[in-house]
């Protein structure tokens, strides 16, 4: 697999996002509380808001939006709602974090 390095953990604070623009659109990188680093589509499956401005609680995040709680470990809406968004494989060597190119263009296809 192809890896792209796309910053550091510390450009993330706790419980926040980063947005990495790519050729397929944009991917919001998300940090845990506890350090965990997800990177999934930056729309919400609802109506298109920027997953990134939400609020990150464990291993999620809330639309901005409409309140949607969208699964940073499988990209799939929480409770009620139906949809998903895609996610992307993230490695993180030392504190350099990097995003799966392939991933990426197979889902760009």
């Given at each position: 697999?192809?890896?792209i390095?796309i910053?550091?953990l ?5 419980r926040g ?16 509380a ?5 990177a999934?589509?930056d ?7 920027p997953?990134?401005?939400g609020?990150v609680?464990g ?6 939006l409409?309140n949607w709680?969208?699964?940073?470990e499988t ?5 009620a709602d139906?949809g998903a968004v ?5 490695r993180?060597?030392?504190e350099l ?5 392939e991933?990426l ?5």
């Open positions: 697999m192809n890896w390095a910053g550091t510390s450009d993330i604070p706790r996002a980063r947005c990495v623009d790519t050729p397929e659109g944009k991917i919001a990188v998300f940090r845990t506890d350090d965990q680093v997800y999934i589509d729309h919400c499956p609802h109506k298109g808001g997953l990134s401005q609020i609680h291993t999620a995040v809330t639309c901005p409409h709680v969208i699964s940073l990209g799939k809406a929480l409770g139906d895609r996610t992307i494989p993230v993180i060597e030392g974090l990097f995003i799966a190119l991933a263009a197979s889902r760009a296809a």
